[in-house]
C-alpha cells in the first residue's frame, strides 16, 4: 500500500501520429506544471513506433506500461491526433479500470473523424462547410467547381491540409491527405473570421466555456503556420453578444452530442451568413502557451488550476461510474 497521501498521476506524451512532437511538448508542460507537493507524476512515452518507455527513456513494453499505469489514480493522456486523442488510450485505460482525463473511446473516435463530427453537427443544425469524403478509388474523378480545402479525414495540427485553387493541383493535395490517413475530406473554402472556443464538460453535468479566441494569419492557418509564430492570438475574440450567444450554445450543442468529457476545443469560422463549424478537437495542444490554457486564463483559470480541474473531475467521474 502507498503511503504517499499525493494523488499519482501517469502524464503520457508521444505517440505513433505525425504530432509526435508537439505531444512530448504538451507533456511536458504538463509534467512542470503540476504542484509537487500533491502529485506524484509518472511520465510515460510512447515512441513513434508504439514502443512504451519510462520517465528514463528505458523500453518497457506495453505489459510494462500497464503495470506502471495500474500503480497511478489517474492517467492524463497528453497524445494528440491518431494513436491517442482518438480514444486509442482512453480504451486501454478503460480495459484496465483507470480514471482517465477527457472524452471516453466514442468521443473521441466521433471528434477524431471529421467527416462523422460533420455529420453530428448537421443534425443539430449547425452549418459546415460543403464537403465530399474521398478515398483513393474516387480521387480521380472529382472536380472542382471552386477553391477547396483538402485535409486527412482523421489527423490532427494540420498535417496533409492543402489549399487548392485550381484541378491540376488537387492530385498533389490529395496525395498529401492520403499519407496520414486513407480518407480524405474535399471542403469548400469558408470565407469568415476564425474563432475558437473551449468547453469543459464536467461530471455534474455543467458546462464551462472559456473566452472565444481570434486566430489572426496572412493566409491558411495549417502545420507551418501553427508552429512557426508567425499567427496572432486575440483572446478574448471581438465579438457581438448575439454572436458569442449563438457561438457558446452551438459549441455545448456539439461538445454534448459528440459525448465529449474533459476539455474539448471547438474551431469556428464566422462568416456574413453566422457561424461554420470546422472541427472538436478532445485533446489539443496543451503547453501553457497552447489556445486552450490561453483562452482559461484569460477567464481567470491558470494553467495549474486548469490542470487541477481536469484530473479531479477525472477523478469524480470515475467513482459516479463505479
Same mark, same amino acid.
Given at each position: 500500500?502507498?503511503r504517499?497521501?499525493?494523488?499519482?498521476?501517469?502524464?503520457?506524451?508521444?505517440?505513433?501520429? !505525425?504530432?509526435?512532437?508537439?505531444?512530448?511538448?504538451?507533456?511536458?508542460?504538463?509534467?512542470?506544471?503540476?504542484?509537487?507537493?500533491?502529485?506524484?507524476?509518472?511520465?510515460?512515452t510512447?515512441?513513434?513506433?508504439?514502443?512504451?518507455?519510462?520517465?528514463?527513456?528505458?523500453?518497457?513494453?506495453?505489459? !510494462?506500461?500497464?503495470?506502471?499505469?495500474r500503480?497511478?489514480?489517474?492517467?492524463?493522456?497528453?497524445?494528440?491526433?491518431?494513436?491517442?486523442?482518438?480514444?486509442?488510450?482512453?480504451?486501454?485505460?478503460?480495459?484496465?479500470?483507470?480514471?482517465?482525463?477527457?472524452?471516453?473511446?466514442?468521443?473521441?473516435?466521433?471528434?477524431?473523424?471529421?467527416?462523422a463530427?460533420?455529420?453530428?453537427?448537421?443534425?443539430?443544425?449547425?452549418?459546415?462547410?460543403?464537403?465530399?469524403?474521398?478515398?483513393?478509388?474516387?480521387?480521380?474523378?472529382l472536380?472542382?467547381?471552386?477553391p477547396?480545402?483538402?485535409?486527412?479525414v482523421?489527423?490532427?495540427?494540420?498535417?496533409?491540409?492543402?489549399?487548392?485553387?485550381?484541378?491540376?493541383?488537387?492530385?498533389?493535395?490529395?496525395?498529401?491527405?492520403?499519407?496520414?490517413?486513407?480518407?480524405?475530406?474535399?471542403?469548400?473554402?469558408?470565407?469568415g473570421?476564425?474563432?475558437?472556443?473551449?468547453?469543459?464538460?464536467?461530471?455534474?453535468?455543467?458546462?464551462?466555456?472559456?473566452?472565444?479566441?481570434?486566430?489572426?494569419?496572412?493566409?491558411?492557418?495549417?502545420?507551418?503556420?501553427?508552429?512557426?509564430?508567425?499567427?496572432?492570438?486575440?483572446?478574448?475574440?471581438?465579438?457581438?453578444?448575439?454572436?458569442?450567444?449563438?457561438?457558446?450554445?452551438?459549441?455545448?450543442?456539439?461538445v454534448?452530442a459528440?459525448?465529449?468529457?474533459?476539455v474539448?476545443?471547438?474551431?469556428?469560422?464566422?462568416?456574413?451568413?453566422?457561424?461554420?463549424?470546422?472541427?472538436?478537437?478532445?485533446?489539443?495542444?496543451?503547453?501553457?502557451?497552447?489556445?486552450?490554457?490561453r483562452?482559461?486564463?484569460a477567464?481567470?483559470?491558470p494553467?495549474?488550476e486548469?490542470?487541477?480541474?481536469?484530473?479531479?473531475?477525472?477523478?469524480v467521474?470515475?467513482?459516479?461510474?463505479a
Amino acid at each position: 500500500m502507498r503511503r504517499d497521501h499525493r494523488t499519482r498521476v501517469a502524464v503520457v506524451g508521444g505517440g505513433t501520429s !505525425g504530432e509526435h512532437e508537439v505531444s512530448l511538448a504538451s507533456a511536458a508542460s504538463i509534467r512542470g506544471a503540476l504542484d509537487e507537493s500533491r502529485y506524484d507524476v509518472v511520465a510515460l512515452t510512447i515512441g513513434r513506433d508504439g514502443s512504451w518507455y519510462d520517465r528514463g527513456g528505458r523500453p518497457i513494453g506495453l505489459t !510494462g506500461a500497464v503495470h506502471v499505469l495500474r500503480t497511478c489514480d489517474v492517467v492524463l493522456p497528453a497524445l494528440h491526433g491518431p494513436g491517442g486523442e482518438d480514444g486509442t488510450l482512453a480504451a486501454l485505460c478503460d480495459l484496465a479500470g483507470l480514471p482517465c482525463v477527457g472524452s471516453g473511446v466514442m468521443a473521441g473516435a466521433l471528434a477524431m473523424d471529421k467527416w462523422a463530427a460533420k455529420l453530428v453537427a448537421e443534425a443539430l443544425g449547425i452549418r459546415t462547410a460543403p464537403g465530399r469524403l474521398v478515398v483513393p478509388a474516387t480521387a480521380s474523378t472529382l472536380r472542382l467547381t471552386g477553391p477547396v480545402v483538402v485535409k486527412p479525414v482523421a489527423a490532427g495540427s494540420s498535417l496533409g491540409v492543402s489549399l487548392v485553387q485550381h484541378q491540376r493541383d488537387l492530385a498533389p493535395a490529395l496525395a498529401a491527405a492520403f499519407a496520414h490517413d486513407a480518407r480524405a475530406l474535399v471542403e469548400d473554402v469558408v470565407a469568415g473570421r476564425e474563432i475558437d472556443v473551449a468547453v469543459l464538460a464536467r461530471p455534474d453535468g455543467s458546462r464551462m466555456v472559456s473566452p472565444a479566441l481570434e486566430i489572426h494569419s496572412s493566409g491558411l492557418f495549417d502545420h507551418a503556420t501553427k508552429y512557426d509564430g508567425t499567427a496572432r492570438f486575440e483572446v478574448p475574440a471581438p465579438l457581438g453578444d448575439l454572436d458569442l450567444q449563438r457561438l457558446e450554445r452551438d459549441a455545448v450543442a456539439v461538445v454534448d452530442a459528440l459525448g465529449c468529457a474533459g476539455v474539448a476545443r471547438v474551431d469556428f469560422f464566422l462568416t456574413d451568413r453566422g457561424w461554420v463549424l470546422n472541427e472538436v478537437n478532445t485533446m489539443p495542444g496543451f503547453t501553457e502557451t497552447s489556445q486552450v490554457p490561453r483562452m482559461f486564463a484569460a477567464a481567470g483559470l491558470p494553467y495549474p488550476e486548469l490542470l487541477d480541474l481536469l484530473l479531479g473531475d477525472a477523478l469524480v467521474a470515475a467513482r459516479r461510474a463505479a
